[in-house]
């Protein structure tokens, strides 16, 4: 994919909720043609600016009648690695998995396994779509630009999803809300600091919701990141506040709105605006694919930044000594 002007032929697996804004996002790639979809639960070729590329059950079938540039996995995490494995070894193409890039350690294990012989990191990439977001993109190039305010010193980050209100149905699609909100924040967390640990994890409300932390570094100082995630709320929320310690500036991120803003006391020194244009999902999605499609795509796709966000992800740290906090009210 070194040549922008060269066609990229996609392969889509699966062709549910997810993959709707995968298929919009590469229908406005100039280069991006959808070379053939899979789904063992759909019959029907999808539509993909006004045609219809040939439709197969299996990644298999489909491989042995094309040879993709590119192949998207949205499907369900837990087929991720097999598919992978596929992938790698049945074709030459670069693959972009949904995140997250598998759902345990041991898959991620048997990914490793392959790095000698298939390129893994060299061709594996995860969808952190929440690092591309244009609020977290303009607060890294903001502190690329200020390197007098110092390295970060501590992070909290609350990510509310109302799904507590679909009951078992949310467990039954999402896990936890740290399955489902971990991932996010870990690889949103990517693009300002390095993550070194996670140094303690609580379950909260049979899994509705969680407090972690997590241990960084930044421009060679130690950090900790506070991460709140709950779906016991009514409406979606998602907040970030980098503090710089040793420079008194804050820095706030409000991922719902996708604005942000940095102040040392009570002065201003930077503000960021949505429009409210672009819908939410393609905001991340489009950028994210602008890096996938290019030359040199961003680390934080990569497969190096993916083993790190899923051994956080899935790390047990020893509990600690401080009293949980208690649970939280039914939202009304």
């Not at 590469?26 to 959808?34: C, I, M």
């Not at 949904?98 to 790095?115: I, Q």
């Not at 690889?187 to 909260?204: E, N, Y």
């Not at 970030?240 to 803003?261: K, N, Q, S, Y």
């Amino acid at each position: 994919m070194s040549d922008t002007s060269d066609v990229v032929r996609v392969g889509l697996v699966g062709v549910g909720i997810i993959a709707r804004t995968h298929r919009d996002v590469l229908e406005g790639q100039p280069r991006a043609t959808l070379e053939f979809s899979v789904d063992p639960h759909v019959r029907e070729p999808i539509d993909f600016r006004g045609t219809k590329p040939p439709h197969y059950a299996t990644l298999a079938e489909a491989l042995a009648a094309h040879r993709p540039d590119l192949i998207v996995l949205a499907t369900p995490t837990s087929t991720h690695a097999d598919l992978v494995t596929e992938a790698l070894t049945r074709s030459t193409a670069r693959v972009l998995v949904e995140k997250p890039l598998v759902h345990d350690l041991a898959s991620l294990a048997r990914l490793r396994a392959l790095a000698e012989t298939h390129e893994v990191a060299a061709r594996v990439f995860t969808a952190h779509h929440f690092a591309f977001s244009p609020e977290v993109r303009w607060a890294a190039d903001l502190l690329a630009a200020h390197p007098e305010w110092g390295p970060i010193t501590s992070i909290t980050s609350a990510f509310y999803d109302p799904y507590v209100l679909r009951g078992e149905q949310a467990f039954a699609s999402y896990g936890s809300s740290w399955t489902d909100s971990g991932v996010n924040q870990l690889s949103m967390l990517a693009r300002f600091v390095h993550l070194t640990a996670l140094t303690s994890a609580r379950q909260l409300d049979d899994g509705a919701s969680a407090w972690c932390t997590a241990a960084f570094r930044s421009r060679g100082a130690t950090g900790s990141a506070r991460l709140r995630t709950s779906w016991r709320t009514g409406s979606s929320s998602k907040e970030t506040a980098l503090t710089f310690g040793h420079g008194d500036v804050e820095l706030w991120i409000d991922h719902t709105a996708m604005t942000g803003f940095a102040a040392r006391g009570d002065t201003l020194l930077a503000s960021y605006g949505n429009d409210g244009q672009t819908p939410r999902k393609i905001a991340h999605y489009r950028p994210l694919y602008a890096s996938l499609l290019s030359a040199d795509p961003d680390p934080v796709l990569g497969f190096d930044t993916a083993v790190t966000v899923t051994e956080l992800h899935h790390a047990t740290p020893a509990p600690d000594a401080d009293p949980s906090p208690g649970p939280e009210p039914e939202p009304t």
